[in-house]
């Protein structure tokens, strides 16, 4: 790797302090903004009854972190090829959240664009990304966790199991983001976890992830309970290609597992709870999907479920810890 690009501590610490300072002064101008235009949250009628008051709550607060993400590591980063693609499947995945989001406040409603529709320009998306990492000649192999430093390529796989990543990553952030502060904290979590692979591995890919941790600290200023701002999918879905991106580029897909299983079981327990609910005859297995509203409709208080969803994902990414201790 061309020395230009080499990840330098001091840099990567005033990234995340600059990506800070902008989310700090970015929340309190785009909050009345998203106030004054309307853009409300519309909560399902069939959720958690303490939802309710969160009703007209701004959304599309994700503005906030794309921008401080995209502006400070953006200053640092020598717009190293790495940095471009991370930045491409950010912006191209928020821009669809955004779609999601006018349409919803726009028609003031909970569903915006129709799942076909969203699926579909998040696929294009993906492939778009696949294609532009082999024309980059970026390498696809992946890190097999808890081993001295192999690798294993798919082969002709490869392509499709990436966009299969990207596409379910993007989608267990959107699911998880559903209570204050919970999917800008576990994903702060897992972008510290991979800010040290990057400095392990001295990847540019740490200057983004430096300026994720400061916007995402910054916009939990302003999420965490009581949420005065929701990220809604214009966030989710662009921290969801924001971190696919990341962990591809440092040729992590297989560790992102680990220390994302709490998108991996958010995804898991939809989709659950779609084939139960047809294979039984409209049983449910769980109280209500994605997984952390389940633990609402069992009586836990939000800012429990929130704080044990935390501890998971510490947890997960101190065992991430153990599977590349040997990079």
């Known amino acids: 790797m061309d020395n230009i690009y080499n990840l330098n501590f001091n840099t990567a610490v005033m990234a995340s302090l600059i990506s800070f ?19 409300g949250q519309n909560v ?12 007209g709550t701004p959304s599309m607060g994700g503005i906030v972190i794309v921008a401080a993400i995209s502006i400070a590591s953006g200053i640092f980063s020598s717009f190293s090829i790495e940095w471009m693609l991370i930045m491409y499947l950010m912006l191209s995945f928020g821009i669809i959240g955004f779609l999601d989001d006018y349409i919803k406040m726009i028609k003031k409603r909970s569903l915006g664009l129709r799942a076909y529709q969203k699926f579909s320009l998040q696929l294009v998306a993906s492939i778009g990304f696949v294609l532009l990492l082999n024309w980059a000649n970026i390498p696809t192999q992946m890190f097999i966790p808890f081993t001295d430093g ?16 990207i596409v379910g990553t993007s989608n267990g952030v959107n699911f998880t983001d559903g209570l204050d502060g919970l999917a800008s904290g576990v994903t702060l979590l897992v972008s510290l976890f991979f ?16 300026a994720a941790v400061g916007a995402l600290l910054g916009f939990l200023l302003f999420n965490s309970h009581p949420a005065r701002v929701f990220m809604g999918d214009t966030g989710s879905l662009a921290l969801g290609g924001f971190v696919a991106g990341v962990a591809i580029v440092l040729q992590m897909p297989i560790v992102l597992i680990i220390v994302g299983f709490v998108y991996v079981m958010e995804v898991a327990s939809v989709a659950l709870q779609v084939v139960y609910f047809k294979a039984t005859g409209g049983k449910r297995l769980f109280k209500m999907a994605p997984l952390h509203h389940h633990f609402e409709m069992m009586g836990w208080a939000e800012t429990k479920v929130v704080s044990v969803f935390y501890i998971a994902t510490t947890i997960l990414c101190l065992i991430g810890l153990l599977a590349v201790s040997n990079l």
């Open 21 to 39: 300072a902008i989310a700090i002064i970015l929340g309190p101008i785009v909050i009345p903004i998203l106030r004054r235009l309307k853009f």
């Open 44 to 55: 399902r009628d069939d959720g958690p009854q303490s939802h309710l008051k969160k009703s």
């Open 150 to 165: 192999l690798y294993i390529n798919l082969g002709m796989l490869t392509p499709f199991v990436l966009v299969f990543a």
């Open 195 to 210: 800010l040290y692979v990057a400095f392990s591995l001295d990847s540019p890919a740490g200057y983004a992830l430096a």
